[in-house]
């Protein structure tokens, strides 16, 4: 049985494919349109699964959206509500989207790839929940799931047993972590959705002087980590900003891509303590509520892999499981899994999980890559067998490595395969790889990829991490005590060095990836070539892509991508490539959104359409008075004749003037729809919005509440 998962139409759209319960293929839309976090219908992704597995869209039995587009479209409503009438303005832009892609995805699943088969939604969070148990190597578990929001809910608690989840307890909109966390994101200047992480990279710089505030104030925490924002500080329900006026009042934000300061830095680090403080709570709340020692997370906020490990050092699991894909991406395999299981299949179990590594992608061929490197004219030499030791030696020499084999990881971490590596042991490489290959911020810390049987012997650690997801101390005898340093844009900070100072954070942290033969076998060879070569297992590993761009896909985008920064060489499959003597650094190309090629059949369609429209307005405007009259008839009969002609002879030759009448058609949908709802707002929802308040009816409050069942099952659209 084949069943395929999306999700789409919010930010990382996805693909995933799931035959008789083993996951074959996943992968992110941004990754082939290179637009970061795209969220348009995952068409490439969908077909690049569908290679994989070798099958057509006629040969699935079933697709599953990650979410229930009825329920968000609800909560849209009941929001605009609730804030009329200053939500206004957001709603008027959000509602075309819905009419257009989020309520009629069987029809654009017929329009792009021809399936016809039933189209199923799951609940958000049931996704997520799924996502992270189902792959996960435990029999039963707690759950919890964390983001910004679903179609309501927030936060949520599940227990998994066997090939059942049930949705116990949840916290609702607008009470939100990841909206809070997002809140601070955008506050400091970075961008929401996107740039979290870096928000949790600059907390070590500071200090926790503000928890007590964001506590008291902005939001109040139980003991079971449920919480309630105060929503005077806060606009995301309204405005395109997260915070409001309030927010701005407590103290100055920060302009983007400005200097960063010390309130800067000691904001990053009491949101990022609050936020610890709630995650710790509500998993320690899921363990007590299910009973279970076992912990699976997954959700955006998931991917905080400091918080992660607080939850672990917490000693209330005997062990946890994360999804390495756990933001809206993963969705879209939990989906998958939500119609695997929900056929009644067993579960088989197993001591490792079943997500393959991540090396979900698209594979390439050698002559590929080959192809790539002579068409940019790059020296290179095929080593096969031997790369892994010519790699190592590069790395020992102090250069940056471009490594691109195999399978593209899904989810936002490169895990070797699509990977820049570097020696962890240079004091200079962090400042090289940000500065002059990333092109980042200073301040951003690199993770260490180390061989599974060292990493005690390096790290405070003492099992697997395969995912990059959980953050721990550089063991006290790999610890070094080092003069003040000035990083840019951050001041003199005391920072602690190591045996590894390229990978050691501020605070003597880091972010671990172990690798094993079982997780990565490729990779573990590499890296087991440069231990022997210098007697330490760890590599610095940073993903392949440079500041805005999406993870490499292709052998053309490592190549660009290569050729675009200060990289010394690149690893690509069996070949080993350097730049040639006369390189300069190259743009990267503009990035595209991906528009289907139109079939001959669909373009003389469209040319047939045409003559008959121009056609019409002729006859109209030749009986029109007035002599202009006349010119346009013409003038459109000429159009007429042009739209026939070429749609019963020359299709191909409209496709330019198709997608250009598309995106005239599109901007004009998009302006007429914002009338039309901009009315509809004023005309309906304001006056319920005053009836409401009149007869005291507003927002639910927060704190954990029972979830409703209807809408956690698997169903059709009505």
């Not at 009438?85 to 017929?110: E, H, Q, T, Y």
């Not at 997520?128 to 679903?150: C, K, M, N, Q, R």
């Not at 891509?257 to 709570?281: F, G, Y």
Request: glycine share 8%; hydrophobic share 45%; charged share 20%.
């Amino acid at each position: 049985m084949n069943v395929l998962g999306i999700s789409a139409f919010y930010h990382d759209s996805a693909a995933c494919l799931v035959v008789d319960g083993a996951i074959v293929a996943a992968a992110q839309e941004e990754r082939f349109t290179r637009i970061r976090h795209d969220p348009s219908f995952p068409f490439n992704a969908i077909q690049a699964c569908l290679d994989k597995a070798k099958i057509g869209a006629a040969d699935l039995d079933m697709v599953v959206f990650y979410e229930k587009p009825l329920i968000k479209f609800e909560r849209v409503l009941q929001s605009s509500v609730n804030v009329a009438p200053r939500g206004v303005g957001p709603f008027c832009k959000a509602m075309p989207s819905w009419f257009a892609d989020k309520l009629v995805l069987p029809r654009i699943l017929k329009r792009e790839i021809r399936y016809r088969g039933p189209v199923l939604y799951t609940s958000h969070h049931l996704s997520h929940a799924a996502s992270a148990f189902y792959p996960s190597p435990f029999s039963e578990a707690a759950i919890l799931t964390v983001d910004g929001v679903g179609e309501w809910t927030t936060s949520s608690i599940a227990a998994g047993v066997d090939n059942q989840i049930e949705l116990i307890k949840e916290i609702r909109f607008p009470h939100s972590i990841g909206l809070l966390y997002s809140a601070f994101t955008e506050f400091l200047g970075f961008k929401v959705n996107s740039d979290e992480y870096k928000v949790m990279g600059l907390a070590p710089y500071g200090n926790p002087v503000y928890v007590g505030k964001i506590l008291d104030d902005m939001v109040a925490v139980d003991d079971d980590g449920g919480f309630e924002l105060n929503m005077d500080w806060f606009s995301f329900q309204y405005g395109e900003r997260t915070t409001s006026k309030k927010f701005h009042g407590f103290c100055r934000a920060r302009a983007p891509e400005s200097k960063l300061e010390q309130v800067h830095m000691d904001l990053a680090r009491s949101i990022q303590e609050v936020t610890e403080i709630i995650l710790v709570r509500q998993a320690a709340y899921a363990g007590r509520l299910t009973g279970y020692k076992n912990l699976c997370l997954a959700g955006g906020v998931a991917l905080n892999c400091v918080a992660n490990g607080k939850i672990l050092a917490s000693g209330n699991f005997g062990d946890i499981w994360i999804q390495p894909a756990a933001g809206d991406a993963g969705g879209a395999l939990g989906a998958a899994l939500v119609g695997w299981y929900s056929t009644g299949a067993a579960r088989q179990p197993s001591e490792h999980d079943s997500m393959n590594g991540a090396l979900l992608g698209p594979s390439f061929h050698d002559s590929e890559i080959q192809a790539e490197l002579e068409a940019a004219g790059l020296p290179y030499e095929k080593l096969g067998e031997n790369i892994d030791q010519a790699v190592a030696n590069c790395l020992d020499l102090g250069q940056v490595v471009g490594r691109y084999v195999g399978a593209m990881e899904f989810g936002p971490r490169a895990l070797g395969n699509r990977s820049i590596l570097a020696d962890p042991r240079n004091p200079t490489m962090q400042r090289v790889v940000n500065e002059k290959i990333k092109f980042r911020e200073g301040f951003r810390p690199f993770a260490p990829a180390v061989l599974r049987e060292h990493v005690a012997d390096w790290f405070d650690l003492d099992r697997s991490s395969p995912y990059m997801l959980l953050v721990t101390q550089v063991a006290q005898k790999r610890l070094l005590p080092a003069p003040e340093v000035e990083p840019e844009g951050l001041g003199k900070l005391g920072v602690l060095r190591s045996d590894i100072p390229a990978v050691t954070h501020v605070d003597g942290s880091a972010r671990i990836q172990t690798v094993d033969i079982q997780n990565q076998p490729d990779f573990q060879s590499l890296i087991q070539a440069f231990h022997s070569k210098t007697n330490c297992p760890v590599v610095l590993n940073t993903s392949f892509n440079l500041r805005g761009q999406p993870i490499v896909c292709t052998p053309k985008d490592a190549v660009q991508t290569f050729l675009a920064c200060d990289i010394d060489v690149l690893a690509a499959g069996p070949f080993l490539a350097k730049k040639p003597d006369d390189w300069t650094r190259q743009k990267l190309p503009k990035p595209k959104p991906f528009r289907r090629p139109r079939r001959v059949g669909e373009l003389r369609r469209f040319g047939i359409e045409t003559a008959v429209l121009f056609t019409l307005v002729g006859l109209v405007a030749w009986f029109l008075p007035k002599t202009p009259s006349m010119v346009l008839a013409a003038g459109s009969w000429l159009f007429a004749s042009f739209g026939l002609l070429m749609g019963l002879l020359f299709p191909r030759g409209l496709r330019g003037f198709e997608n250009r009448l598309s995106q005239f058609g599109a901007k004009a949908n998009s302006f007429v729809g914002y009338l039309l709802f901009g009315a509809v707002f004023i005309l309906v929802l304001l006056p319920t919005s005053i009836i409401r308040r009149l007869t005291g009816k507003g927002p639910e409050p927060g704190y954990w509440q029972d979830v409703a069942k209807m809408d956690s099952d698997l169903e059709n659209m009505f």
